[in-house]
Every structure is written in C-alpha cells, then in structure tokens.
C-alpha cells in the first residue's frame, strides 16, 4: 500500500469509518473446577453432563440437551392469575412417604373441587395405579398418567381406562418397541408393557422376576406376566410406556447409550428405588409427550388457559410441567433441576401437607375463578308469574274464608275481572237480603 492509501486508511479509522483489526487471542484454557459451576448453571434448562471417552481415549465433557419435542411451548408465568385447574404430582407431592393421601389433603382437594375448581392428577404411573387415590379422595377427575402420554376421566369409584375412551394417548410407535426390546435382549434387562389397564412384564430369568416382585412391592402395580414378547399385547394396544429393570446400573446405562444412539427422538426417564434394596429403572414414552404436553392436551379438552393452571412436582419429570402451567410450584425436597425452573419452593414437603396448604392459603386470598352461579329466572319478564303468585298470596290471606275451593278456582281462572264482578254481584245479593229480612223484622215489631 503506498502513502497516500495508507493515510486514507488512518483517516477512516480515525474519523470511525473503519474499526482496526484485532489481533487474534488464543481461546482460554477450560477451569479444570468449571464443571461444576457448569452443572448449576445448565440445571434449569434440563440439560445435565457426562464424562464420555473419545476415540484417542481422553475424557471429555459433553453437555447433553433434553430431548424435548419442538411443540412444547413454554408459556410466560403469571403469578397474578386467577387459577382454575389444579394439577398436582402424585408420589413425592401429593402422596406422602408412605404413599397416603392424609384426611387433610383430602378434605382441601374436596373443598376446591366444590367450589368449581377442576383437579387433574399428573403422574408417571399407569393408569390403573391411579385408580386408588381418586377413589380416596372421592372426586370425578382428570388423571394423566405415563408422564403424559395418556389422559382420561376417572369417575370416583373408579373405570376401565381403555383406549378408546381416553382423552387423548400418544403410544410408543411399533418400530421402536421393537428397537427396544431388541435392545433390552442385548443388554440382559426386564421390560415392562403399560397398555391402558394392564402391565405386561417379560420375565425370563430369577434375577428378573426378583427385581420385578421388588417393584410390584415399591408401586403396588399389578403386573401380567408373558413370554411372547409383547407380541399379543401390541395386537390390543400399542404402550403409552415402557419400563425396564435392573439391579445393576451398568446395566441400564447400557440401554441407555443404545437409545440414545439409535432411537434420539425417544424420551427417557431415569430413577432408582431405594429400600432394602436398590432398584435401577429406565422409562420410554413417545418422543413427542411429557407432563407439559399432557398438561396442555387436558386445557384443550376442559377448555381452560394453561395461565388459569397452577401445578405442584418435585422431580425431573415435572420440570416441562411447570413451565407450562401459569405458576410451577416446587416441594421442600425437590431437584436442584425442578427447584430451579420454579416460579416458587415450598417451605414444607409432601409429609407435612405442603400442597393442601398452599391451596387453602389461595383460596383464602380468592386467587381462584369460580364458575358463575346458574342464572335466575327475571319474574318481571313473565307477567303472568306474577300474578299467579300474587293470586297464591290472596288465598293464603284469606284462609279463613269459608269457601276456599271457590277462591283456589278464581286464583286460577285467567280472567280476574270476571271473578272480581261475580264476587261484587254476591256481595250486592247478600247485601239486599240483609236489608230485606231486617226490614220484616222490623214490620213484625211493629
């Protein structure tokens, strides 16, 4: 460049034309101590770390995204709406250690739903699991079970939740029920059907049918023991969900990275049962549902903006859930995932009836919408109304009048005038008589 490009260059960086190159920094060198920090900072997003070995064989951190649908819409929060549904987790939240729904609970979900208040139970458990709790608290309800991705009404004595009479059901597709139970031979673990009412479990060797007894206990799910694969259940039914088995972790995650793998699209759910004994599961659903889908399907259906809904969890699982409704309330005892996206944590948990007091404190404070009451009849419309009740009060004054029959006859008669004359004309006959029979008395003394 000779001088006077060179000066011409000056001038627009001086006069802000142009902005001088910078040099180029070498990136930072990653805090060896940052991966924590990381993981508290990623919580309220779902996403969580792992370790995974590369091809060269170092360890390297990967953050891994939730596979969360692209439908799922996360609505802003309003804590100054009024809520008319209630959405409430079970294990953890409405049910207390011991799995009971306690007399105070109950009596608090009572009071809501007679003053109007729509209730809809959110849980990962089958829908047979959940018939117990509806006809412990005695309430018609909404029950959304499999973490979604099946809704129905449950009458207070409880129902046969079938397919065809659900409010929606989003099942595993066929494919990858196959896909996974390939996956589950490969690895060694027990499988488990969830098809309306019934649970269909594959057991084929001790180890799996000691650790599904395990979970019977834990759950209190009654399971259909098969050995054909699922193959006639698939013929009734595809599942809403699917739950595997292990005593061994190594296990499961096995299963998992083969999912994860093969079938991405597929939502999965991890957890341990505790006890005795420890219990390692693993969930799939449809890729397309969790509590925050099932949330707005059962909206749709009852006609209620998902800002009109406050939803109390404490799990990972209810992290969409509460996104989703106008206001996500946390239990004391929640994840640091779901404790995070909350717009509130309770200072009390499931043990302490910490749901059942919040929602009386709500509906002291009249944070609820109640439905109109049903519309009174305007009388001054209907002037006929009026007078047949005014003819009603005209008997009941005149009770002690000797011929009551004819007054009931005159109420009735339409045409009042006529009546009014005829009983006019009697008075004026009796009146005469009187004076006729005093005027011969009167003649008889003389």
């Not at 940052?34 to 091809?55: F, N, P």
């Not at 909350?342 to 929602?359: I, R, S």
């Not at 005209?394 to 004359?421: A, H, K, P």
Request: overall charge negative.
């Amino acid at each position: 460049m000779g001088r006077v490009g060179h000066k011409w260059k000056m001038f627009r960086i001086a006069v802000g034309l142009k902005k001088p190159k910078k040099k180029e920094e070498p990136e930072p060198v990653p805090d060896p101590d940052e991966k924590e920090a990381r993981k508290t900072e990623v919580a309220y997003k779902g996403e969580h770390i792992e370790d995974e070995i590369a091809e060269d064989g170092t360890t390297i951190t990967v953050t891994k995204k939730p596979r969360r649908p692209s439908s799922h819409v996360v609505h802003h929060h309003n804590p100054a709406e009024l809520y008319q549904l209630v959405a409430i987790d079970l294990d953890g939240t409405l049910l207390n250690d011991d799995g009971v729904i306690s007399n105070f609970t109950k009596d608090t979900i009572v009071k809501l739903q007679d003053c109007g208040v729509k209730i809809c139970l959110m849980t990962g458990r089958s829908i047979a699991n959940c018939y117990q709790y509806v006809i412990r608290l005695g309430i018609t309800c909404v029950v959304v079970a499999c973490n979604g991705s099946f809704g129905c009404i449950v009458e207070k004595d409880g129902c046969q939740a079938t397919p065809d009479k659900a409010l929606f059901s989003v099942p595993i597709e066929y494919p990858d029920v196959l896909k996974v139970m390939e996956f589950s031979k490969e690895v060694g673990v027990v499988a488990q059907y969830y098809a309306g009412d019934f649970v269909y479990n594959n057991s084929s060797e001790e180890k799996h049918y000691h650790g599904s007894r395990y979970y019977t206990k834990k759950t209190k799910t009654v399971l259909e023991f098969i050995n054909d694969d699922f193959q006639e259940a698939m013929t009734f039914s595809m599942p809403n969900k699917m739950v595997f088995l292990s005593h061994k972790k190594e296990e499961l995650d096995a299963l998992d990275r083969l999912i994860i793998k093969e079938l991405p699209h597929i939502v999965i759910v991890r957890g341990c049962m505790g006890g005795e004994q420890e219990l390692f599961f693993l969930e799939i659903v449809h890729g397309d549902v969790n509590k925050g889908t099932g949330l707005e399907k059962v909206c749709n259906e009852l006609e209620v903006s998902v800002t009109n809904v406050i939803a109390f969890g404490d799990s990972d699982n209810d992290i969409e859930m509460l996104e989703t409704a106008g206001r996500g309330v946390a239990m004391m005892h929640c994840t640091e995932a779901c404790g995070l996206i909350a717009d509130e944590v309770l200072e009390e948990g499931n043990n302490e009836d910490a749901v059942a007091k919040k929602l009386l404190g709500l509906l002291e404070a009249k944070q609820f919408v109640f439905p109109p009451p049903p519309p009174q009849e305007d009388n001054n419309k209907h002037p006929e109304i009026l007078k047949q009740n005014a003819n009603v009060e005209n008997i009941v004054d005149s009770g002690d009048s000797g011929d009551s029959g004819d007054s009931g006859d005159s109420g009735d008669s339409g045409d009042s005038g006529d009546s009014g004359d005829a009983a006019n004309a009697d008075n004026a006959a009796n009146a005469a008589n009187a004076a006729n029979a005093a005027n011969a008395a009167n003649a008889a003394n003389a």
